[in-house]
């Protein structure tokens, strides 16, 4: 497997291999080499300077294609990519490993006390809401921040406001994390601070890929029907079928589904043609112009630039790591709303939903997601103001997806830490009728096995959390446990690579699937005018068909509120099959390090998501409760919009602020995109099947 190690040597370290095989086959590919050495001898072994790779063909399947130097390093490494759980080495096995990348911080969040009112000793909800401003006003509030910092000695050189009555401070750069919770604990130690959460930034997941080349619903199997015969697709979430009933629904019961909107916060949207008609106008929440990788920082154009490192000033680029793989948030965005019936690539979840239904909200800069721009991404997203916050949402969404998460608990101790600022978030977005559906993780990306507890914002109260399976229903090998006697979670399928070698050397993959097929890009640091489908594994692409299912519910019966969706979801679902045909160990509760096993309710949640029980489900509520009306109809029109920000050339007010005191103990927050692994292969449709919403699944 010299060419797969050289390959990967090539991607993490910036060098590539002098030499690959002539000809070789992985995962289910067979690749052959083509310059004169090889014709001369196929066993031998050439430099890369001369080869010209071609895809021959899938096993068993038909001839391939020829494809470009630039092409054929990307194709490769899909390939080689497809060996990530484990590389073969002289008929043993290693572990894949990934650099770990230095905990970074952009900055600290203060709160300051208020000074023109006594505070009490603790702050709740009620008590501080996220449009909240200091009574004192911006320039009082800067002045008072600026002498706060002097006598703590900590500096900055940018300071704006944020929510919550809050204020980000930062010193232009990211720092080492230790750094920053130093200057937060001196913060936090002073008579006029209220409380103080490190702004620290994501490091991406590791990756796990598959590479196809077929027609593209053909492939979606994670759309599919549910499989009730051993080994087979039981993990799927049963969409085709919740499709028939909503086509039976509106066919022959004469009822119609309702707009809904769905909020996308991950690294952006691209213009794919497949996604024409199905987005509203986002907004991109990457506040530093630095790290946008755009040019141009906060504003509303949600766009995904792509990553490079040499969009960021090479001054800045310590601690900074780029995604797993591009296009994340476009992947995801297609998951959900991808048209039907037009000949265009695959299906999305929404398709039976005409119009509008994706709302893009960009938080992913170049170096990762801070955890101000997260908080205000969802805020915004809702339709609710904030101390600086833009223009409100006109479209506010009912569904938020978010396939971040990070190192920390989500309970409450008492204390403002970063736990605090995203239950009340959370707690704010329910009040105004939006569900927060949140990937579990992906565990240790080294090993490529699954944590014990599910990353935080899965972890908070209120948030459905999502785990991934694998196709066949059992936990997937990389997924976080997720109990569902302390929280509200499902599992639904999410991909899985499993890489087993016997005795002999052979690598084998009982556990392999298809993955979650969906549209991104060509494009590397930049985008291209080209789209393609590809397979992606990990939770990252469990939580987006959670969340687009309880879309579809709402879709039939737009007075569900929060709380009767996450019951519907954690109800109305399959049991986790229980054998397997190549004996599997059963999930242990609280254990690191668990790959696949096979799951109960305390370690993958209620049980199976099932698209078609839930939305049968909504249809019975929504014919027991006809003429209801949405029970956040008035959302958008019920928070202040005071607050307009000084960056988009308007005006800040102040208002009251019934902000609490005491202090709290520095939390570590590190939010990472849970790609899981993201297939770097392309495969280009070529056929689409027929489906419309009044012709049936194609």
Same mark, same amino acid.
């Given at each position: ?76 490494? !899909? #390939?080689? *990519?497809?060996? $990530? %759980?484990?590389? /073969?080495?002289?008929?043993? +096995?290693? @572990?894949?490993? =990934? ?65 919550? !009555? #809050?204020? *980000?401070?930062? $010193? %232009?750069?990211? /720092?080492?994390?230790?750094? +920053?919770? @130093?200057?937060? =604990? ?75 909107? /769905? ?8 213009? =794919? ?426």
């Amino acid at each position: 497997m010299r060419h797969c190690a050289g390959f990967f040597a090539m991607r993490e370290r910036a060098y590539r291999p002098r030499d690959v095989l002539c000809a070789f086959v992985t995962a289910g590919l067979r690749w052959r080499i083509e310059s004169a050495a090889c014709r001369d001898n196929p066993l031998t072994s050439v430099p890369v300077s001369t080869i010209f790779v071609r895809h021959v063909e899938r096993e068993g399947q038909g001839s391939g294609m020829a494809v470009s130097m630039r092409r054929a390093w990307r194709l490769l490494g !899909a #390939a080689c *990519l497809g060996f $990530a %759980g484990m590389w /073969v080495v002289a008929g043993g +096995a290693v @572990a894949a490993t =990934a650099d770990a990348s230095p905990r970074m911080a952009r900055g600290l969040i203060v709160k300051l006390k208020d000074q023109q009112a006594a505070q009490p000793s603790r702050t709740s909800l009620v008590r501080l809401q996220a449009a909240a401003a200091p009574t004192e006003g911006w320039s009082s509030t800067r002045t008072h921040m600026a002498m706060v910092a002097r006598r703590t000695g900590v500096s900055y050189l940018v300071h704006r406001q944020t929510a919550f !009555a #809050a204020q *980000l401070i930062h $010193a %232009g750069k990211m /720092v080492p994390l230790a750094q +920053a919770q @130093a200057e937060a =604990a001196r913060l936090r130690a002073d008579p006029d601070v209220e409380w103080v959460v490190v702004n620290e930034m994501l490091h991406p997941a590791g990756v796990v890929s598959q590479a196809f080349d077929d027609p593209a619903y053909a492939q979606q199997t994670w759309l599919q029907e549910r499989e009730s015969v051993q080994d087979g697709r039981q993990g799927v979430a049963n969409i085709a079928a919740a499709w028939d009933s909503l086509l039976d629904w509106t066919q022959n019961q004469g009822k119609t589904l309702s707009p809904v909107v /769905v909020a996308v916060l991950d690294n952006g949207i691209l213009p =794919a043609p497949d996604m024409a008609g199905r987005v509203l106008p986002g907004y991109d929440f990457v506040s530093e112009l630095d790290y946008s990788g755009d040019g141009d920082g906060l504003d509303n154009d949600p766009t995904d630039p792509g990553f490079s490192l040499s969009k960021v000033p090479a001054s800045l680029r310590s601690g900074c790591s780029g995604p797993a793989a591009p296009w994340h948030g476009l992947r995801i965005e297609a998951m959900l709303g991808a048209q039907a019936g037009n000949a265009l690539d695959g299906v999305g979840i929404l398709a039976p939903v005409a119009g509008q239904v994706i709302l893009p909200v960009r938080v992913g800069g170049m170096c990762g997601a801070a955890v101000s721009d997260i908080i205000e991404g969802m805020l915004w997203s809702a339709g609710i103001s904030y101390q600086g916050s833009p223009a409100r949402n006109p479209y506010p969404a009912r569904v938020l997806n978010l396939s971040f998460g990070g190192d920390g608990s989500c309970a409450d101790t008492g204390q403002h830490d970063a736990a605090w600022l995203y239950r009340d978030a959370i707690n704010t977005l329910e009040s105004k009728g939006v569900l927060v559906v949140a990937s579990a993780g992906n565990g240790d990306a080294a090993t490529f096995l699954g944590h014990a507890l599910p990353t935080r914002p899965a972890s908070c109260p209120g948030v459905l959390a999502v785990t991934a399976l694998n196709q066949r229903g059992y936990k997937a090998r990389y997924a976080n446990l997720v109990n569902s006697s302390q929280q509200s979670a499902v599992a639904v399928a999410g991909g899985d690579i499993d890489a087993v070698t016997d005795g002999s050397g052979n690598v084998t993959y009982p556990l392999t699937d298809d993955g979650i097929v969906s549209l991104t890009n060509t494009g590397d640091a930049f985008p291209s005018t080209d789209y393609v489908m590809q397979s992606a594994v990990g939770t990252s692409f469990s939580a987006p068909t959670a969340a687009g299912v309880a879309a579809l519910m709402l879709a039939v019966d737009p007075s569900l509120t929060v709380a009767e969706l996450r019951t519907a979801l954690t109800t109305q679902v399959a049991p986790f099959p229980t054998v397997f045909s190549n004996a599997l160990p059963v999930c242990q509760i609280g254990v690191n390090g668990q790959g696949n096993c096979v799951c109960t309710f305390q370690t993958c949640g209620a049980g199976v998501l099932d698209a078609q029980r839930a939305v049968v489900w909504a249809m019975a509520h929504a014919s027991a409760n006809s003429g209801s009306a949405p029970n956040n109809a008035t959302a958008a029109s019920a928070d202040s919009n005071c607050f307009v920000p000084d960056r988009l050339g308007g005006h800040s007010c102040a208002s009251g602020s019934d902000g609490g005191g005491g202090g709290g103990s520095a939390d570590e927050i590190l939010l990472g995109l849970l790609a899981g692994g993201l297939a770097l292969s392309l495969m280009r449709q070529r056929s689409a099947r027929a489906w419309a919403l009044k012709g049936g699944r194609r």
